[in-house]
């Protein structure tokens, strides 16, 4: 014991103590960050494929019901994580040049679109309904023509909506398609003994 301890406190010993403490250390920080970069990367993946069911959504509605009644924005809080982080750029090139067009363009297009035909939608639904309430009292008071802007800015904003929508879930479809951690995670030894292979029904 006491050789072993003159050994490990000799100048020899304390050096070879350092090195084994800082490759270990190297090699815990590599892991931990390579598990890091995977779960982001599978986030990433859960946020193009809800934003892809939001766009089908948005498509089936005006086949479904002939109009749009409510809507959901699309997210890119994911995505923005991933530019602070940098994860987001061990993607491949040719993956990260569609990523970044649709969640820099695309996303905020289509955000703003509903965004504004909404507004539109809300200010000429109330004007109707002011128009209504007023009828109350005045019983002679025609609403015919607030009834028909209703009507036509509803299957306006159906119509326009569904269209947009249409193209946008193909474009994510087509990314998704190309893009699957997931699945990468499953075929890697490595991945899947730190992380297990246990994955949500949109991640298949």
Not at 55 to 71: E, H, P, T
Not at 167 to 184: A, I, M, V
Request: hydrophobic content about 40%; some cysteine.
């Amino acid at each position: 014991m006491k050789t072993f301890l003159r050994k490990l406190f000799s100048r020899t010993g304390i050096i070879a103590t350092l090195f084994i403490g800082t490759v270990i250390g190297i090699s815990v920080f590599k892991i931990e960050d390579s598990i890091k970069r995977q779960r982001y990367l599978e986030l990433l993946q859960l946020e193009i494929r809800s934003n892809y069911l939001t766009a089908v959504d948005i498509s089936n509605k005006k086949s479904n019901q002939g109009l749009i009644d409510n809507y959901e924005v699309f997210s890119s809080d994911v995505f923005k994580s991933g530019l602070a982080s940098g994860y987001i750029l061990t993607i491949p090139q040719d993956l990260l040049a569609r990523m970044y067009a649709i969640y820099t363009v695309g996303v905020p297009r289509m955000n703003n679109t509903i965004d504004h035909q909404t507004a539109l939608m809300e200010q000429i639904a109330y004007e109707w309904e002011l128009c209504i309430l007023d009828q109350s009292t005045n019983p002679d008071l025609s609403c015919t023509e607030e009834e028909t802007h209703r009507k036509i800015a509803e299957g306006a904003y159906s119509d326009l909506l569904a269209y947009v929508g249409e193209g946008f879930s193909k474009e994510l479809q087509s990314l998704s398609d190309n893009f699957n951690p997931t699945q990468d995670r499953l075929n890697s030894p490595f991945l899947s003994l730190f992380m297990g292979r246990e994955t949500l029904g949109i991640q298949k």
